[in-house]
């Protein structure tokens, strides 16, 4: 069955930096594209980040574009999220999950199945 494994969260200050990691397993993780979200709590899911499944094209929330970068490498099944100069508002359960709607908006997390257990990721003040 289809895996996915996070880590790289923690606590840090507003300002730093923290590398997420997605581990697929159970896939041909090549064919799908990837993204990312996070959910504070009281709110709702939200989309982060997302790529193509050949990595040639990236999408963002307007909240992070610019700080955070996404990448795949498809010899290592991993998706990761490059998170710089975070803030508070950052801190959420980050998750990432397979795109399976090939045709649907990466942003709509409806689109999205096989979701990982997801990492905290806390930015204090």
């Known amino acids: 069955q289809v895996q996915l494994v996070e880590s790289g969260g923690g606590l840090v200050q507003a300002g730093d930096s923290l590398r997420l990691s997605c581990a697929a397993s159970?896939?041909?993780?090549?064919?799908?594209?990837m993204g990312w979200f996070r959910q504070a709590p009281g709110k709702e899911r939200e989309f982060v980040a997302a790529?193509?499944?050949?990595?040639?094209?990236?999408y963002y929330a307007d909240s992070v574009k610019g700080r955070f970068t996404i990448s795949r490498d498809n010899a290592k099944n991993t998706v990761y999220l490059q998170m710089n100069s975070l803030k508070p508002e950052d801190t959420a359960v980050y998750s990432c999950?397979?795109?399976?709607?090939?045709?649907?908006?990466?942003?709509?997390?409806?689109?999205?199945?096989?979701w990982g257990q997801g990492t905290q990721v806390t930015v204090s003040s």
């Open positions: 159970g896939l041909t993780f090549s064919r799908y594209g």
């Open positions: 790529i193509r499944r050949s990595g040639d094209s990236t």
């Open positions: 999950a397979v795109k399976v709607d090939y045709y649907g908006d990466y942003a709509d997390f409806r689109r999205y199945d096989h």
